[in-house]
């Protein structure tokens, strides 16, 4: 059998161009200046995402919120019962390009049950998800339903009124509007954030009650301090703000700017565990065990056996087991400083307006809105006003063949075909044909007294309405009138407490890490002026000759060491905390550093006392030129931190005479101008918590006379203790005798 021949044939890879075919320019590279490749193809991209998609408007949506909010509008779902989500998505799609995945994120941030926002636009029922996790996934569109919310009924309330422009979709197969007409600065009260070309926007929530409040009050007197009414931002996971005024009137002022949210917790004491039950809302439960467990890993955090996240369907709530003899409060200091379970918060106000960006304060927002707003409402007041015109044109047609009825009836019975019943009724009456058609439309039935004289009736109330909506048209206080009324129904409707607790920065205390610095045995000194030194053993041996400015001298001198704290009191009931090695060494040739500048006191504010507290046991005696003392306890001077200074260190109703610390009860001799002396044991002095306390009485004393000093029985120079002994208080003491005065030294002072 002969072999066939199998003959491949080649088949082009591409059709041929045939012979003598040149492309122009094939394989040459064409140089374009980089503007104008920009300009054609770079802006008109980048126009279009911050215009279209990731930048809000005055509104305060995105388009991808408003079609949605729009689409179940259409729907019905305002009054009406839930529907599947994946229905919405769908019908969704008819207006807006994206695709179902998409517009279902939108539907699941604007929803109720995922607590993104104060007040959600998406009464939701099923899993859908959480702001604050995000591991925990929200459940596919088939499973859930969803419709609006009651509060969409301040969105779309003048949107069949002619209040905002409608435009055509993408595909211009049907309309939408453009902006939704919002009773309420919705801008405001929306947390909404977008990253665009070149620019980006993150806007914080405010609280609805306090965001109307301001608005009314701008609206009444344009000179109003906004940070008067609109306390601080609100956030729909809770925490605390710490507030920084200056900073939060720089944040309303720029639009630009960061508040400070810690998270909220409570400690179990019988669980000897902490639960945090709030967060920041910038981060995430994950985010905030991630880093727990890395500074575990890492040795910086000691003090937790285990963590956990025992969140539920109740809420959020981490738990945090803690080994025995671990202080909660330092440990939520330090996880505050160290974790994003206090994290900053950052905010810059970049809206569209008139389709431009623009970054504003506060009062800028709030005036862009109400001008928005009173357009919206001048709109609706024309397109109501117009709606009774022409049915007061209507009636005044039925009023002129209603006077005369039997004419009517006349032309009609006689008109011989039904195309000139019209043309003769208007023939007949002086009516145009609106007039004629709506005429010719009234049933047999109506034509009697009682509908005759409700329509005359009818026809003049239309005429004062139109009169009264012609006047509001004129008159812009009127118009504000109306904003502000809508303003007061939305707060007594919809407004509810803060979530986010306000915290001033003197409220907080700060961590600070441990400080390794080596400890070695010092003496301090502090003159009468206020200038400190610290000297070690070697130094002050060299040189024991301590030098002063002229005038000054020695107050007080103590021996302790390098990392010992140290507490400097003041004339103005202030107590500045810090450590010895806050300071260098010195010598004793120098004059030290002045405290007053060193710890940063208020102007004119002088050191009168030094206290070494060690490990705060013992008290505090404070002596008052009234004859009063008060036995505080050091323990009321410690802190969880290093915080330097404590206000309301001690009583300021009377002349401060002495600070004596008390290690152990002793008998101490008080001295009048008078002069008397009384010896008083410390054990009559009950000791007090509170810092401030004016304490008891101690000295009576006469009028014009005050106590003068207080020093140890023993230091004080009396021969007969006894004379001025007393086992009760208050007590006048005894006129010093004169061998009990002790020497009395004459100075330059």
């Not at 944040?251 to 998270?263: N, Q």
Request: charged content about 30%.
């Amino acid at each position: 059998m002969p072999r066939k021949s199998t003959k491949k044939t080649l088949k082009p890879v591409r059709p041929q161009l045939g012979d003598g075919v040149e492309i122009l320019n094939a394989g040459s590279v064409l140089e374009d200046p980089i503007t104008r490749t920009l300009e054609t193809n770079y802006m008109p991209y980048a126009m279009s995402v911050i215009v279209s998609r990731a930048i809000p408007e005055i509104d305060g949506f995105k388009p991808s919120h408003r079609k949605l909010l729009y689409t179940m509008y259409k729907m019905g779902l305002l009054t009406g019962g839930r529907t599947k989500s994946a229905n919405i998505v769908g019908q969704t799609m008819r207006l807006n390009p994206h695709g179902d995945q998409a517009i279902y994120e939108t539907m699941v941030r604007l929803a109720k049950g995922n607590e993104s926002l104060l007040h959600p636009f998406v009464d939701s029922k099923g899993n859908f998800g959480k702001v604050y996790s995000r591991d925990m996934a929200y459940a596919a569109s088939r499973y859930t339903e969803a419709k609006l919310a009651p509060i969409c009924a301040e969105l779309f309330r003048d949107l069949d009124c002619d209040a905002v422009d409608f435009v055509d979709n993408y595909d211009n197969s049907m309309k939408e509007p453009s902006l939704l007409p919002t009773t309420f600065p919705n801008v405001l009260v929306s947390a909404n954030q977008g990253i665009a070309v070149g620019m980006a926007s993150q806007i914080c929530g405010f609280n609805l009650g306090e965001v109307c409040d301001t608005t009314i009050a701008l609206l009444k007197n344009p000179d109003h301090d906004v940070a008067s009414t609109l306390l601080a931002p609100d956030f729909p996971t809770g925490g605390q703000i710490i507030c920084d005024p200056a900073e939060l009137r720089e944040l309303y002022r720029t639009g630009r700017g960061g508040v400070k949210v810690r998270s909220r917790w409570r400690y179990d004491k019988q669980a000897n565990l902490i639960e945090i039950y709030e967060i920041p809302y910038s981060t995430s439960i994950e985010a905030i065990l991630d880093k727990v467990a890395e500074l575990i890993k890492a040795g910086k955090i000691s003090e937790i056996s285990d963590m956990r996240d025992e969140t539920d369907l109740s809420g959020l709530k981490l738990a945090i087991d803690l080994k025995r003899g671990a202080d909660p409060e330092k440990l939520m200091i330090k996880l505050f400083r160290l974790t994003p379970l206090q994290d900053t918060v950052s905010c810059n106000f970049n809206i569209l307006i008139a389709g431009m960006p623009r970054v504003m304060g506060v009062g800028e927002i709030l005036n862009e809105w109400t001008a928005w707003r009173t357009e919206c409402v001048r709109r609706r007041v024309y397109f109501v006003l117009n709606r009774k015109k022409d049915k007061l044109h209507l009636l005044l047609g039925l009023k002129r063949i209603l006077l005369d009825i039997d004419k009517a009836i006349a032309i009609i019975r006689e008109t011989e075909e039904e195309a000139e019943v019209i043309p003769n009724l208007m023939i007949g009456f002086g009516i145009d044909q609106v007039q004629a058609e709506y005429v010719a439309e009234i049933k047999l039935r109506n034509i009697n007294k009682e509908y005759i004289l409700k329509r005359v009736q009818e026809t003049e109330d239309l005429q004062k309405e139109i009169a009264d909506l012609e006047d509001t048209l004129q008159k812009p206080a009127r118009i504000r009138k109306i904003i502000v009324g809508e303003l007061e129904q939305v707060r007594k409707k919809y407004a509810v407490p803060r979530r986010t607790e306000i915290l001033y920065g003197h409220e907080v205390e700060e961590y600070v890490e441990d400080d390794q610095t080596e400890d070695y045995p010092v003496t301090v000194f502090l003159s009468r002026e206020g200038y400190f030194k610290k000297i070690t053993p070697k130094s002050l041996r060299m040189s024991g000759e301590q030098k002063y400015k002229e005038g000054d001298g020695l107050r007080q001198q103590a021996e302790t060491g390098n990392n010992a704290e140290i507490m400097f009191f003041t004339d103005r009931c202030q107590v500045y905390k810090t450590r010895v090695s806050e300071f260098g060494d010195s010598k004793a040739s120098v004059l030290g550093d002045y405290l007053p500048g060193r710890l940063a006191m208020d102007e004119g504010e002088r050191v009168i006392f030094m206290v070494l507290p060690g490990d705060y046991s013992g008290c505090l005696l404070f002596f008052y030129e009234n004859g009063k003392a008060a036995r505080v306890e050091l323990s009321a001077y410690a802190t969880v931190s290093n915080r330097r200074k404590l206000t309301g260190a001690y009583s300021d109703k009377s002349p401060l005479v002495s600070i004596l610390p008390l290690p152990e009860d002793r008998e101490l001799a008080l001295v009048s101008t008078e002069p008397r002396a009384l010896l008083v044991h410390t054990s009559l002095l009950a000791p007090k918590t509170t810092r401030n306390v004016q304490g008891v009485a101690v000295m009576t004393l006469k009028p014009k006379y005050h106590l003068d000093r207080v020093l140890p029985a023993e230091e004080s120079g009396i021969v007969n203790l006894a004379r001025y002994r007393t086992r009760t208080i208050p007590a006048a003491g005894a006129i010093l005798k004169p061998e009990d005065r002790g020497e009395e030294q004459l100075t330059l002072l």
